[in-house]
């Protein structure tokens, strides 16, 4: 028996598994292909539309998008012009409420729920290819400032539509 490593049975049943795997179509779910094919292809915000008083959250989630956009390389980002695709971000709701205040007037917690649907049109024609349905977050944070709290959710809920561009099925 070989001390040092892998004995051979079990190394070739390892390699095995890994091409019996390969060969039936399982991969990363990294390396599967988007609703925006393949990652080059070109991705600009038709606009973000929020029944909302602030006025710093479309910022924020455009800004979270193309973020999330580029670490994933679902497509190419571009701030203006033509485009392959263009996504419409409508904010159904978001609510934040303050629990808690410290003596210097600071909020202790933020109960805050975000939901959003997100429309894909084609660039050309103008004609929607993609709803993402309703997609919704909801947590409790403990940040100081309501838009430093904010900022996470609107990652978290960005990040849920980045895995959403995934699903082609």
């Known amino acids: 028996m070989n001390t040092k490593g892998f004995p051979p049975l079990l190394l070739a049943c390892l390699c095995l598994v890994v091409l019996l795997s390969t060969a039936c179509g399982y991969h990363l779910a990294a390396d599967t292909p988007t ?44 701030d ?8 419409q971000i409508k904010v159904l709701s978001y609510t934040s409420r303050e629990w808690g205040r410290t003596t ?32 919704s977050y909801y947590d ?12 996470e959710f609107i990652t978290q809920i960005v990040r849920l539509l980045a895995d959403k561009l995934r699903s082609t099925f």
């Open 35 to 78: 609703i925006l094919g393949d990652g080059s292809k070109t991705l600009k915000v038709k606009g973000v539309d929020h029944p909302t008083l602030h006025e710093w959250l479309p910022y924020n989630i455009r800004s979270a998008l193309r973020d999330e956009i580029g670490a994933r390389h679902l497509a190419q980002w571009v």
């Open 80 to 87: 203006s012009g033509p485009a392959d695709y263009e996504i």
């Open 104 to 135: 210097i007037d600071q909020s202790l917690l933020y109960a805050t729920t975000i939901s959003i649907e997100a429309i894909i049109y084609k660039g050309d024609t103008n004609t929607e290819i993609w709803r993402s349905g309703v997609l």
């Open 140 to 151: 409790n944070l403990d940040k100081p400032g309501e838009k430093v709290a904010a900022t």
